[in-house]
């Protein structure tokens, strides 16, 4: 009975440091903050390969306002994915690191125009369509980690749809948090 007991405890201990040892983890974040005309929100799930770099998959969703046209307020969503790349360009030393990252990707999504319909209320038709997106992206990434599980995160990302109504370039500046599932 003994070395029953004696085993389980060997291979709990091997399976906690080979835990401890892995050079990559996970971590999930949300964020939320201005795009152009409106606000918007990502959801990311990144995969950090090493301390220094990580593969990024983000869910954005945006709500914006058109006030361009005279006296009318256009609606418009942008919903993607976006697949990407980030590293680390700089660091600062201390008890809690601030890095700042670079990175960037690809993207594909679908944008909606007032809801659909394609005409205004005094009977204009409105020539552009909503229609699958896709294009790139370019970002900076703040990360100020405030315990070994949590950090602040602040985000910002230049959108460029190829094939866009509304226009091809779309920023997107947003504060968020991170949390490490390692």
Do not use: C
């Amino acid at each position: 009975m003994k070395l029953y007991h004696l085993l389980i405890v060997l291979i709990f201990s091997v399976v906690q440091m080979s835990y401890g040892q892995r050079a990559f983890a996970t971590s999930v974040g949300l964020s939320a903050g201005y795009t152009e005309d409106g606000y918007a929100g990502l959801f990311n799930y990144n995969y950090h390969n090493g301390r220094s770099s990580y593969i990024h998959v983000g869910l954005f969703a945006s709500f914006s306002v058109d006030k361009e046209t005279v006296g009318y307020e256009i609606p418009y969503n942008i919903f993607n994915i976006q697949p990407g790349y980030y590293f680390r360009i700089m660091q600062s030393q201390g008890f809690k690191p601030v890095s700042l990252y670079l990175g960037g990707g690809g993207i594909l999504g679908y944008e909606i125009l007032n809801n659909g319909n394609n005409e205004l209320p005094n009977g204009a038709l409105i020539d552009a369509k909503s229609q699958f997106l896709y294009g790139g992206f370019a970002g900076l990434e703040l990360d100020y980690a405030f315990s070994d599980d949590w950090s602040f995160v602040v985000k910002a990302n230049e959108y460029y749809h190829v094939n866009s109504d509304v226009g091809n370039w779309y920023p997107y500046i947003a504060v968020g948090l991170r949390y490490y599932l390692y």
